[in-house]
């Protein structure tokens, strides 16, 4: 490792009676990959808000390269050296790669000359293994590139300090390890990493060192090479205790609540993105997903809840055509839908908690009478899955875009799940969870299974499918590979139908 480039001196920052950070000591150095790890709401984000001069810390100090600094806003940190790339990006989907990169610069030499700007970011880019066409238009390009779209933008800058708000989450494995290859990259030419992760096995694989918030404290700090699974799991969410899911057993019903029949769906491109898929899903079930992301998962959930068309094929619920029904019928009829992208396609981040519980039910008399809205009755409720899923709101009044991005993961669950759905379609439902509430999120889909509702659960992680299904199925460039009893199954065969092997037969289960 190099020289000392960050402190973090006792930093403290609260939100009304909220304490997100206290008294939080960070040393940096030149040359490292500094993971951040915490149970959701731990601080983390704060932590890296304060540094980068989103927020004015309460207390403590930063000192930067050895002078004491004063870190007045993200534009001044950013001139500074100190750049972050945001869980939720920011960039203008119908500009190009070079446009989005050179308006976040401050050089403005080559505003005359698309070419040369474009050839100068290009080489930026490659400097870093970071490959990305600089012509291309942001909206066509996949998370994976818009992630290096960011990073570009701050390395053209010339950051010295990177910081990365949970950038493997939306990631697929694949692409988490080039990222790494490239954060390791960066690295080596003397640029200091913070990665923000809730995935030990990455932070310690990694990683050279770590840093664990607990409640809005330093629990522990270590060397990667130091660290067990077991002291990062205690340090993280402390002594209480996780449950242990076991698999599932016992006979499917003969009930079917979804059914898909030779169904179609297209992507954002028009290109094919499921194709002929027929399957389908039996009252009490949970049926998982698996395969890697991109492979067609989005479309299928998005074409059942509804926000997709079907281009051929149907769709069926409990016996009933679907295929053409809206979105708001499909919700009264009990599909719920847990989407992968909750900031902007489950929540409205500028609306209260209470807003949010209420978003989709604005109509039931529960909430409405004769059009006046019962915010009495929706605060009630508010209450209710606050102390149900162990919500950590700083309120309900305040917009649910200023809670940590686990609780807004709760709060959607939270919702979704209520009012008895007969079908509820998860996609990565855990994704950007700490383990004790990612496992609180399993428990709920297994109660709601067994109340007898289908559940849907899309899943890169063949473990939790392992755990949690009676039966998957494996998505591989849009098609159905096979589809498997977990009790006929193991790992291996789900494996080789992920990288496109087909299955011999189907389970007729
Ligand atoms: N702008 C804000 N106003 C009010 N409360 C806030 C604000 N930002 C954060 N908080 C609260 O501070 C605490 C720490 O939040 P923070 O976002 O730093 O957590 P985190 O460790 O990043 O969690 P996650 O893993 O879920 O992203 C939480 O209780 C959160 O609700
Ligand atoms: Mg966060």
């Not at 698999?247 to 003969?254: A, K, T």
Request: hydrophobic share 40%; aromatic share 4%.
């Amino acid at each position: 490792m190099g020289e000392l480039i960050l402190e973090m001196k006792n930093i403290t920052k609260t939100f009304g009676s909220v304490v997100a950070n206290k008294d939080v000591n960070l040393s940096l150095y030149a040359g490292e990959i500094h993971a951040l790890l915490g149970e959701n709401g731990a601080g983390k984000s704060t932590l890296m808000n304060v540094l980068t001069g989103i927020y004015k810390p309460d207390g403590g100090e930063i000192y930067y390269k050895g002078k004491r600094a004063t870190i007045r806003n993200p534009k001044h940190a950013v001139a500074m050296g100190i750049g972050m790339v945001h869980q939720h990006f920011r960039l203008i989907p119908t500009l190009s790669v070079a446009e989005n990169v050179y308006l976040y610069s401050d050089d403005r030499k080559f505003f005359l000359d698309q070419k040369k700007m474009e050839a100068v970011i290009g080489e930026c880019s490659e400097k870093f293994n970071l490959a990305v066409d600089p012509t291309a238009k942001v909206w066509q390009l996949s998370v994976g590139e818009q992630q290096r779209v960011e990073i570009i933008k701050l390395l053209y800058r010339g950051a010295e300090i990177l910081i990365l708000d949970e950038p493997s989450a939306v990631l697929t494995p694949q692409e988490a390890d080039d990222m790494f290859v490239t954060l390791r990259k960066m690295a080596e030419s003397g640029k200091a990493v913070i990665v923000i992760s809730h995935k030990m096995s990455e932070v310690m694989h990694h990683a050279d060192r770590i840093t664990v918030l607990k409640g809005g404290k330093v629990e522990d700090t270590l060397l990667a090479r130091d660290a067990t699974v077991e002291r990062l799991t205690k340090a993280v969410v402390g002594d209480h205790e996780l449950g242990e899911i076991t698999p599932r057993e016992g006979e499917l019903s003969q009930e079917v609540v979804l059914s898909l029949e030779n169904l179609n769906v297209l992507n954002d491109k028009n290109l094919p993105a499921i194709k002929n898929v027929t399957m389908d899903i039996r009252k009490g079930e949970i049926f998982g997903i698996a395969g890697v992301a991109g492979n067609g998962q989005r479309e299928l959930a998005e074409a059942i809840a509804g926000l997709r068309p079907a281009v051929g094929g149907k769709i069926s619920l409990l016996g009933d055509d679907v295929t053409k029904t809206s979105i708001r019928k499909r919700i009264e009829q009990g599909i719920s839908f847990i989407p992968e992208d909750r900031l902007h396609m489950g929540l409205v981040p500028g609306l209260d908690f209470k807003d949010n519980v209420i978003l989709k039910q604005y109509k039931n008399p529960k909430y409405n009478q004769k059009g006046l809205l019962r915010y009495g009755e929706a605060e009630r409720v508010a209450q209710e899955f606050v102390a149900k899923h162990d919500i950590k709101t700083g309120g309900t009044e305040l917009p649910v875009g200023l809670m940590s991005g686990g609780n807004q993961q709760k709060l959607l669950i939270a919702r979704e799940v209520d009012g008895n759905p007969v079908l509820i379609v998860a996609a990565y439902p855990v994704r950007g969870l700490d383990i004790g509430a990612a496992e609180a999120i399993r428990e709920i889909l297994i109660e709601e299974s067994k109340k007898g509702t289908a559940v849907l659960l899309i899943s890169e992680e063949l473990d939790e499918i392992f755990k949690m299904c009676d039966r998957t199925g494996v998505l591989c460039d849009g098609e159905m590979m096979g589809i498997r009893k977990i009790s006929e199954t193991d790992f291996n065969e789900i494996g080789k139908m992920m990288s496109g092997e087909k299955g011999e037969e189907e389970a007729d289960a």
